[in-house]
């Protein structure tokens, strides 16, 4: 069992920065491939980024490739999402969630968090 909690969304205007972390509990969150989605309104459930356990490897939407940055802090049980050169269609409700395997659908990962909002404005 996996606990995920969000934190960190916000408003900020077009162009600006935010970071979002990702707090998992249970003692094997290392072999977690922790993924982040977000889901605007009207809109289906969207890939953005991933990173798997140990290893570290990162995975990234097209939309967002060199704007965000996923990472993981095994040692503290987090998963940062820094998101930079925000747009505004980069609002919705960002979701982490957590899997053995990795996978960009949302239907690979079991558990969920409850969700953050992160709006741009133009």
């Known amino acids: 069992q996996v606990q995920l909690v969000e934190s960190g969304g916000g408003l900020v205007q077009a162009g600006g920065s935010l970071r979002l972390s990702c707090a998992a509990s249970g003692r094997t969150f290392s072999r977690y491939v922790i993924g982040w989605f977000r889901q605007a309104p009207g809109k289906e459930r969207e890939f953005v980024a991933a990173?798997?356990?140990?290893?570290?490897?990162?995975y990234y939407a097209d939309s967002v490739k060199g704007r965000f940055t996923i990472s993981r802090d095994n040692a503290k049980n987090t998963v940062y999402l820094q998101m930079n050169s925000l747009k505004p269609e980069d609002t919705a409700v960002y979701y982490c969630?957590?899997?053995?395997?990795?996978?960009?659908?949302?239907?690979?990962?079991?558990?969920w968090g409850q969700g953050t909002q992160v709006t741009v404005s133009s």
């Open positions: 969630a957590a899997d053995l395997a990795y996978g960009s659908r949302p239907f690979t990962y079991d558990y």
């Open positions: 990173i798997t356990g140990s290893a570290g490897r990162t």
